[in-house]
C-alpha cells in the first residue's frame, strides 16, 4: 500500500513540475501580459531593424560611394565596402559648396530663425490658450488656414511684396516673418505651444495674480520657465527645418552671390550639367552629389545626436504623441 501512495506522490509531484515548467515556457514566449514575450520583441526588433535600414541605407549607400575612387567605381564587383579610401570626391564637394562661407550663413540664418520663432511663437501660444480676446476663434481659424495653405500657394504675393520693398536677394523675407511668428512652420509651433500650456495648472496663474502679477510677468517668470520642453521642441524644429529648406532662399536670394548649404546642391547640379555639356559626363559626377549632400546633413545629424535624449522627452510632454 505503501508503494502505490509514494508512486502517486512521485507522479503528482512530476505533473505539478512539468506544468511548471510549461508555465515558464509559456510566459518567456508569450509573457504574463501581450507585450512581454519574446515573439512580441522580436516582432518589436523586426520593425525597429527595417525602419532603421530604410533611414540608414540611403547614407551609408552616400557615404560608400563619395570614398571610391576611380578603380572601385568601374569595377563591378566593388559594392559597399571600397578597396581604398578617396578623398578627393569630399574636397572637391568642399570647395565647390565654398563650405566655410555657405555654412556660416545657413549657421547664422537657421538660428536666427530659430530664435525668433521660438520666442514670438511662445507668446502667440500663450495667448491662444490662457487668454481671452475678441474674435480668439476667428484668428485660431486663420493660424489653422496658414498651416493647411501651403507656401507656393502665396509665395507670389510675397515675392511682389518683397521687391516693392527692395529687399529681395537678401535675408530680410526669410528672417522678419519669424519674427513675427510667421515663418516657416510658424503655425505649428504656436499650436505647440498651445498645447503645452493648455495643460498646466491654473492655480500657478492665479496665485502669481494674486500676487501682484500682471499678463507679462505671468506669461515670462511663470510660465515661459515651465515652457522648457517645448521650446526645445520649437528650437530644434525650426532650426533643422530652415536648415534644409530650400524652396524660400532659391525664391527670395534667386542670383545672389552669398547663399546658404540648401542651394548647394541646386549649383553644383548646374556646374556638373555645364561640364557634362563642354567636356563630357564625368564618372564623379554622381559622388560628388552625394558628397555635397552629406556635407550638408551632416550638421542636423551631429546636432540631433547630442540633443536627441532632451528633443524625445520635450516631444513626450508637449503633448505632440497625444
Known amino acids: 500500500m505503501a508503494k502505490p501512495l509514494a508512486e502517486i506522490r512521485r507522479m503528482n509531484f512530476d505533473r505539478v513540475h512539468l506544468r511548471a515548467w510549461l508555465t515558464r515556457i509559456r510566459y518567456f514566449i508569450f509573457g504574463k501580459e501581450a507585450d512581454k514575450g519574446i515573439i512580441f520583441r522580436l516582432f518589436i526588433y523586426l520593425i525597429l531593424i527595417d525602419v532603421a535600414y530604410i533611414y540608414l541605407n540611403p547614407i551609408l549607400y552616400m557615404i560608400s560611394n563619395m570614398i571610391k575612387s576611380a578603380d572601385d567605381l568601374l569595377d563591378p564587383s566593388v559594392n559597399w565596402v571600397p578597396r581604398s579610401i ?74 511682389i511684396f ?9 535675408y ?10 510667421h515663418g516657416l512652420k510658424g503655425a505649428l509651433f504656436v499650436i505647440i505651444y498651445r498645447q503645452f500650456f493648455s495643460t498646466q495648472p491654473k492655480e500657478l496663474e492665479e496665485a502669481a495674480k494674486m500676487d501682484g502679477a500682471n499678463v507679462f510677468k505671468v506669461f515670462f517668470r511663470v510660465m515661459l520657465p515651465l515652457a522648457k520642453p517645448a521650446i526645445l521642441v520649437v528650437f530644434l524644429f525650426a532650426f533643422v527645418w530652415t536648415w534644409n529648406d530650400y524652396y524660400l532662399p532659391s525664391m527670395f536670394l534667386n542670383g545672389s552671390k552669398s547663399v546658404p548649404l540648401s542651394m548647394g546642391i541646386s549649383q553644383i547640379q548646374a556646374q556638373l550639367n555645364q561640364q557634362a555639356a563642354d567636356y563630357g559626363p564625368s564618372i564623379f559626377d554622381e559622388p560628388i552629389k552625394m558628397a555635397t549632400s552629406f556635407l550638408i546633413i551632416l550638421p542636423p545629424l551631429l546636432l540631433y545626436t547630442f540633443a536627441q535624449r532632451w528633443f524625445i522627452e520635450g516631444v513626450e510632454r508637449t503633448g505632440l504623441v497625444e
Open 86 to 159: 578617396y578623398t578627393g570626391v569630399l574636397q572637391d564637394a568642399w570647395q565647390k559648396l565654398k563650405y566655410p562661407t555657405s555654412f556660416s550663413i545657413s549657421l547664422l540664418l537657421s538660428l536666427a530663425v530659430a530664435l525668433f520663432q521660438t520666442v514670438s511663437c511662445a507668446v502667440a501660444g500663450y495667448a491662444f490658450a490662457r487668454l481671452e480676446f475678441p474674435f480668439k476663434k476667428f484668428w485660431m481659424f486663420c493660424l489653422l488656414l496658414t498651416f493647411v495653405v501651403p507656401t507656393q500657394v502665396v509665395i507670389l504675393p510675397d515675392l
Open 162 to 170: 518683397a521687391s516693392a520693398l527692395g529687399v529681395m536677394k537678401t
Open 172 to 181: 530680410i523675407p526669410i528672417v522678419v516673418p519669424a519674427l513675427f511668428g
